[in-house]
């Protein structure tokens, strides 16, 4: 029974604020940043704004509304699921010996990609800025404008929060697992169950959520978290480095971006990760050219 995909390493998606991903909170912030910090520095914005601008449109995926994105509200807050979200997921979780791991797999990236982007859109309506959730072929991003009363360090709370939302998901996976274990429901290591076919499926397919979601919340939101732009981490490093040094603080965190891009690119060939690496190599080379959009402009 070719288990690989049950419990193989799948290829994280993006899952940033716009953007990317998502890509920064809402497609106009730095203007505002700007304005805000009383600045006119052209260097500060419009690299950065232009790339907002098209945030819906990035080298990694579309994400402009169709006829048939799924478009719901929960908690009060706007929701659109691209319908390449869905496919995409769909690849990514193929199974062709039972497609019901692939059904569950698409409902744990659906279920924590949502609860990633609503950890930062809940901190951005806290701070009065209301947002929107979008899932697409690469993950998702919450977007809002902010109004007033933005700051760096409300910026950077927005950003973590999705990641920190994914890690508080971890924790309830983790306990669940424990529970159902100590309830002897599950066994002490119930990934086994996975190469058992002669095991209850229902235990099977328990074993295979419990893994897939413990796998995405944590190393999804760790992968989210290093500082490649437009990830949560390269934002974050962006906010950081703007508000220290205004003059070069995005040049800087660019490059910051595209050497930890290129160089987690080169580890993930050098281990035949493909897709990742190709993945990576993609935002070092979009760091690249913002680098190039503000050297000539
Ligand atoms: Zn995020």
């Known amino acids: 029974m070719d288990t690989v995909s049950r419990t193989g390493i799948i290829q994280p998606p993006f899952m940033n604020l716009k953007i990317a991903t998502g890509l920064s909170q809402g497609c106009d912030r730095p203007a505002n940043r700007a304005s805000l910090m009383g600045e006119t520095d052209r260097r500060q914005a419009p690299p950065v704004a232009a790339a907002e601008k098209s945030q819906n449109q990035t080298m990694l995926g579309n994400a402009s ?38 059904l569950l797999w698409i409902v744990c990236v659906f279920v924590s990609i949502l ?29 809002f404008t902010p109004t007033w009363g933005y700051t760096t360090t409300r910026s950077i709370l927005v950003l973590l929060a999705g990641p920190g939302a994914g890690f508080v998901l971890f924790g309830v996976v983790w306990c669940v697992k424990q529970l159902l274990i100590q309830q002897r429901v599950l066994p002490e290591h119930p990934e086994m169950l996975l190469w058992d076919s002669a095991s209850p499926t229902g235990l099977r397919y ?92």
């Not at 509200?73 to 791991?101: C, E, K, Q, T």
């Not at 949560?232 to 490059?255: C, F």
């Not at 281990?271 to 690496?277: E, F, Q, R, V």
Request: hydrophobic share 50%; proline share 7%; with cysteine.
């Open 115 to 143: 609860v990633h982007e609503f950890g930062h859109a809940l901190t951005a309506r806290y701070f009065g800025w209301p947002p929107k959730v979008v899932l697409y072929s690469f993950g998702g991003f919450a977007s």
């Open 206 to 297: 328990t074993a295979f959520v419990l893994r897939q979601m413990a796998f995405i919340n944590l190393w999804w939101g760790l992968v989210n978290l290093l500082p490649v732009f437009p990830l949560d981490g390269g934002q974050v490093a962006r906010e950081l480095l703007t508000h220290l040094r205004p003059r070069d603080g995005l040049d800087i965190s660019l490059k910051l971006s595209l050497l930890v891009g290129a160089g987690v690119s080169a580890y993930c060939f050098m281990h035949k990760d493909t897709w990742p690496g190709v993945l990576f190599g993609v935002l070092a080379f979009e760091s690249f050219q913002h680098l190039q959009e503000m050297r000539y402009r």
């Open 65 to 102: 509304p169709t006829p048939y994105d799924l478009r719901f509200s929960l908690l009060g807050i706007p929701v659109r699921v691209h319908p390449l979200f869905w496919l995409f997921s769909a690849v990514m979780g193929w199974d062709p010996d039972d497609l019901n791991y692939m």
